[in-house]
């Protein structure tokens, strides 16, 4: 904190003025009552921040528990280096959360958490200090571990990406566009300037919408992570994984349901010939919708012989059957919605 020592000649009034944040950590939540306390009391903790000033930026997304109040209980004691604000923000869907959160944070740098994630104790630290030695990263995203409340399903690592799961071992590595691969907006920095410049104010995938049991997932529209990401890519600027920022995602039994986890992979599968072309130039794309649909032809094909004969016993199977088809699907769907407007 500046110190509220004045001198001759300076103004007192500029002198006790606090310095603008140069982080902040926006919290998205929806019903986050008991959820968020142990993600506060972590934030609360965190170490190596002495060389910085940040921020945590809380955006309620339209919750009708006690979120509000909760927050306004914390405020109350909370340490002023590293002050709470709250906002409400109505539309539903992490998409419209995360933007608001851009729109108001005071800072260049914005890293995101949920508020399922847990951080390490130099979270903020290590997320801050990274782009002070990549500048040209637009974005950087954390290395997430999995807080199971129930044993996974047999072969869950094949699937883990899909729950923000991201262990990519213990270097730093910078995410190659043409492998298609980026990581989840869980635990995800980025720069706020070029979100503001290269991310458009709408999305068209407007994300998980609610964080309940017994939410209707099919109402949500997933892969708002790559759609945000891939603008940030292609207009030149670097992805990057960063190891050294840890946390732990804490993932409940009912997100292990059959039917929670099979309508999550139809949704991924129908959205994914629009996050598909958001990389391809528009002549391009009759050509690279039929190498897709062709592509996944494939993809179902080999997926059947190989697990005919257990595909209906082993949930992964089924979970990875289902977004190949409903990939398949995805411009049928897309071109149907277009059609409808």
Same mark, same amino acid.
């Given at each position: 904190?500046?110190?509220? #020592?004045?001198?001759?000649?300076?103004?007192?009034?500029?002198? =006790?003025?606090?310095?603008?944040?140069?982080?902040?950590?926006?919290?998205?939540?929806?019903?986050? %009552?008991?959820? &968020?306390?142990?993600?506060?009391?972590? &934030?609360?903790? #965190?170490?190596?921040?002495?060389?910085?000033?940040?921020? +945590?930026?809380?955006?309620?997304?339209?919750?009708?528990?006690?979120?509000? %109040?909760? +927050?306004?209980?914390?405020?109350?004691?909370?340490?002023?280096?590293?002050?709470?604000?709250?906002?409400? %923000?109505?539309?539903?869907?992490?998409?419209?959360?995360?933007?608001?959160?851009?729109?108001?944070?005071?800072?260049?740098?914005?890293?995101?958490?949920?508020?399922?994630? +847990?951080?390490? &104790?130099?979270?903020?630290?290590?997320?801050?200090?990274?782009?002070?030695?990549?500048?040209?990263?637009?974005?950087?995203?954390?290395?997430?571990?999995?807080?199971?409340?129930?044993?996974?399903?047999?072969?869950?690592?094949?699937?883990?990406?899909?729950?923000?799961?991201?262990?990519?071992?213990?270097?730093?590595?910078?995410?190659?566009?043409?492998?298609?691969?980026?990581?989840?907006?869980?635990?995800?920095?980025?720069?706020?300037?070029?979100?503001?410049?290269?991310?458009? #104010?709408?999305?068209?995938?407007?994300?998980?919408?609610?964080?309940?049991?017994?939410?209707?997932?099919?109402?949500?529209?997933?892969?708002?992570?790559?759609?945000?990401?891939?603008?940030?890519?292609?207009?030149?600027?670097?992805?990057?994984?960063?190891?050294? @920022?840890? @946390?732990?995602?804490?993932?409940?039994?009912?997100?292990?349901?059959?039917?929670? &986890?099979?309508? @999550?992979?139809?949704?991924?599968?129908?959205?994914?010939?629009?996050?598909?072309?958001?990389?391809?130039?528009?002549?391009?794309?009759?050509?690279?919708?039929?190498?897709?649909?062709?592509?996944?032809?494939?993809? +179902?094909?080999?997926?059947?012989?190989?697990?005919?004969? =257990?595909?209906?016993?082993?949930?992964?199977?089924?979970?990875? @059957?289902?977004?190949?088809?409903?990939?398949?699907?995805?411009?049928?769907?897309?071109?149907?919605?277009?059609?409808? #407007?």
């Amino acid at each position: 904190m500046p110190s509220s #020592q004045t001198f001759p000649g300076s103004n007192p009034i500029l002198a =006790s003025k606090p310095l603008a944040p140069e982080f902040t950590v926006a919290i998205c939540t929806y019903n986050g %009552e008991h959820r &968020l306390p142990e993600v506060l009391e972590r &934030l609360r903790s #965190q170490v190596n921040t002495e060389h910085f000033h940040w921020e +945590i930026l809380l955006v309620d997304n339209n919750s009708t528990d006690q979120t509000a %109040e909760l +927050i306004r209980n914390y405020q109350l004691d909370w340490p002023q280096e590293y002050p709470i604000r709250y906002l409400f %923000e109505a539309r539903q869907g992490s998409a419209y959360a995360r933007q608001r959160a851009v729109q108001e944070a005071k800072s260049e740098l914005i890293g995101f958490l949920d508020d399922d994630n +847990i951080p390490a &104790l130099d979270w903020v630290a290590a997320a801050y200090d990274f782009a002070q030695t990549h500048p040209r990263a637009g974005a950087y995203a954390s290395q997430i571990h999995g807080d199971f409340e129930v044993e996974p399903p047999r072969n869950f690592k094949r699937i883990a990406g899909f729950l923000a799961i991201t262990e990519r071992g213990p270097e730093p590595l910078l995410y190659n566009p043409r492998k298609k691969l980026l990581p989840p907006s869980a635990g995800l920095v980025v720069r706020k300037s070029v979100w503001g410049q290269h991310v458009p #104010q709408t999305f068209t995938l407007k994300g998980r919408v609610g964080q309940s049991q017994g939410q209707a997932i099919a109402a949500s529209e997933p892969g708002e992570d790559l759609e945000l990401l891939l603008h940030i890519q292609n207009a030149g600027w670097e992805i990057w994984y960063n190891p050294d @920022m840890e @946390m732990h995602h804490k993932i409940p039994q009912w997100r292990f349901e059959r039917d929670y &986890l099979i309508t @999550m992979f139809r949704g991924i599968g129908l959205s994914r010939y629009y996050t598909r072309m958001l990389s391809v130039k528009p002549w391009q794309r009759p050509i690279a919708a039929l190498a897709y649909i062709l592509n996944d032809i494939r993809k +179902i094909v080999w997926h059947w012989l190989k697990y005919r004969t =257990s595909i209906r016993r082993d949930l992964v199977a089924t979970c990875e @059957m289902e977004l190949f088809r409903h990939s398949l699907l995805s411009p049928f769907h897309h071109w149907k919605k277009i059609l409808r #407007q």
